[in-house]
């Protein structure tokens, strides 16, 4: 019979809208029973051959079987509608009471890491962290420091001089210890570090702009002993081993006896490089104990009072540590150098 046809037809349609899994599915079941060319159409083409009570009966039949198959498709095309409207929701979903999103954390610079570990170091060995201007006196750079205008230690820096001559770049942190002694008087504990000028060649270990860290120790009885102590402590902490090390004499009109602690190049080892310029040793910690003239300069008076002074190369210090083999590459903001550390 027509209608137990048009019946078992709508029933599998229905069961195998019950049973889709993808839009797509539904709508290919849409095209085959509700399209225009689809199941129930061709039945509906074969109506007019029908008397027309017939006729009446079957297309009762046949409206409602669509009826039917209308309803389950969008009953099915709401549900995948639903699930896909909380699948996109899910994924823009913003929770409005977080912070706005910002410029991506950068990390500390390799020197910046270096100077905070050396501060922390000499603070926990009772030393003060002391800052000063960059742009300096000609009298605090030099005169105060035993370095007089004729002296030819000034030759040893080439200088960025401003305003004429009468201030100038300052081409090492000891003006920190001068206005350390001069503001705090002895006893006194201190380190400078920070950014200096020199009129340098540039090349693999040498900018015309780098970091240095300057300490002094200034208390009674201050010997040789103490400072090779301090230095000692310093380098290990830095390196995390053992490292060879030698001390030599060296002039420094500020410190008086004078002497170059060198380094061990870690970048070759020993055998020659140009950060070590073929030497196999880095020049380090210029240091000594503290002239008499610069402490009476400071209003100290050297009978009393005596100690030691160090000038630590911070940004050599650095390539050491991360085994870097140009110094230019420190100060090139590249960040593909960078973001390695």
């Not at 060995?125 to 005169?143: A, I, K, M, Q, S």
């Amino acid at each position: 019979m027509l209608d137990e046809s048009i019946q078992e037809l709508a029933s599998g349609y229905l069961a195998r809208i019950a049973s889709v899994q993808t839009p797509a599915e539904l709508e290919t079941i849409r095209i085959e029973a509700a399209g225009r060319k689809g199941a129930l159409a061709e039945i509906s083409k074969g109506m007019g051959k029908l008397d027309p009570e017939e006729r009446k009966r079957i297309g009762q039949v046949l409206n409602a079987a669509k009826t039917q198959i209308q309803t389950a498709l969008d009953g099915r095309k709401g549900e995948f509608d639903e699930k896909a409207l909380r699948e996109r929701l899910d994924a823009e979903w913003v929770d409005l009471t977080l912070p706005a999103p910002g410029p991506r954390r950068g990390h500390l610079h390799p020197i910046t890491r270096i100077q905070r570990e050396l501060e922390e170091l000499f603070i926990s060995l009772g030393f003060t962290v002391l800052d000063g201007p960059e742009v300096e006196t000609e009298y605090h750079n030099f005169d105060a420091l035993n370095i007089p205008p004729d002296h030819p230690a000034r030759d040893m820096q080439d200088t960025f001089w401003l305003d004429g001559g009468k201030l100038l770049l300052r081409t090492h942190t000891s003006p920190v210890q001068v206005r350390g002694m001069e503001r705090l008087g002895p006893p006194l504990r201190m380190i400078a570090p920070g950014r200096v000028f020199r009129n340098e060649s540039v090349d693999a270990s040498h900018e015309h702009t780098f970091y240095q860290l300057e300490g002094m120790m200034i208390d009674r009885d201050v010997s040789v002993a103490h400072l090779l102590y301090f230095m000692k402590t310093l380098l290990t902490a830095i390196f995390k081993r053992e490292v060879t090390v030698r001390l030599r004499p060296g002039y420094f009109p500020f410190v008086e006896p004078g002497f170059e602690l060198d380094i061990q190049c870690l970048i070759c080892g020993g055998p020659g490089c140009p950060v070590c310029k073929q030497s196999g040793w880095v020049e380090l910690l210029p240091c000594g104990l503290v002239n008499p003239n610069v402490l009476r300069m400071s209003g100290i008076d050297p009978e009393e009072w005596n100690g030691f002074a160090f000038g630590l190369g911070l940004t050599r210090l650095v390539m050491m540590r991360y085994a870097i083999d140009d110094i230019r590459q420190l100060q090139g903001g590249d960040l593909r150098f960078l973001e390695q550390f």
